[in-house]
C-alpha cells in the first residue's frame, strides 16, 4: 500500500471511511489476517456514530443505541491488502427494521481501483436488562437514514 495522502472516495451511498492498518493486523505473511476485517469494520463504524453523539461512553442507558450484538458477519475476500497503511471501508445499510440492521461494506485501497473484501453485517439492538430485541430510538434512526442505500429506480 502507498503511504501517499489520497483524497476520500466519495460515496453516492453510505460513508468511505480511511482506517489504518497496523503491523499488528497482518499474518505471518504480511497479509492483513482475516480476523482483522471484522475489527476495521468496527473502527469505520464506531467514529460515524460517535461523531453523530451516538457513542458508548461506559453507561449504556446515555447512548442506547449502542447497545446491540451482531447476528450474523459475511465477507468475501477478493484482494488481498498487503502491508500497513490505510485501506478504504464503504459501509451503508442495506436494512433498517424496528430492532434491526444490515449493513453492507467494501474493503477498497484508498483510490478505489481493487477491492479488497465485501461482506454484511447484521445487528440486533437490545434491551440492556432483558437482552431482548428492543426498538431503536429516533435518534438512531435518523443517523441511520443517512446510511440507508436508495432503492433502485423502478422499483
Given amino acids: 500500500m502507498s503511504h501517499t495522502t489520497v483524497e476520500r472516495q466519495a460515496a453516492e451511498f453510505g460513508h468511505v ?15 492483513l489476517h482475516n480476523a482483522r476485517y471484522a475489527v476495521l469494520l468496527e473502527r469505520a463504524l464506531t467514529p460515524y456514530w460517535a461523531e453523530r453523539g451516538v457513542a458508548f461512553r461506559g453507561d449504556v442507558h446515555a447512548a442506547p443505541d449502542v447497545f ?3 447476528r450474523e458477519f ?11 497503511g490505510a485501506v478504504a471501508v464503504h459501509f451503508w445499510l442495506e436494512h433498517f427494521g424496528t430492532s434491526s440492521a444490515q449493513y453492507a461494506f467494501e474493503f477498497r485501497s484508498t483510490d478505489g481501483a481493487t477491492v479488497h473484501a465485501t461482506g454484511t453485517r447484521s445487528i440486533v439492538r437490545l434491551d440492556p436488562a432483558t437482552l431482548r430485541p428492543t426498538a431503536w ?10 446510511l440507508l442505500r436508495p432503492a433502485p429506480a423502478g422499483a
Fill in 137 to 146: 430510538t429516533e435518534v438512531g434512526r435518523a443517523i441511520a437514514a443517512t
Fill in 68 to 70: 446491540h450484538a451482531v
Fill in 74 to 84: 459475511t465477507i468475501s475476500y477478493r484482494a488481498p491488502v498487503t502491508g500497513v
Fill in 17 to 31: 471511511a480511511h482506517v489504518p492498518v497496523h503491523f499488528d493486523d497482518l499474518d505471518a505473511m504480511g497479509l
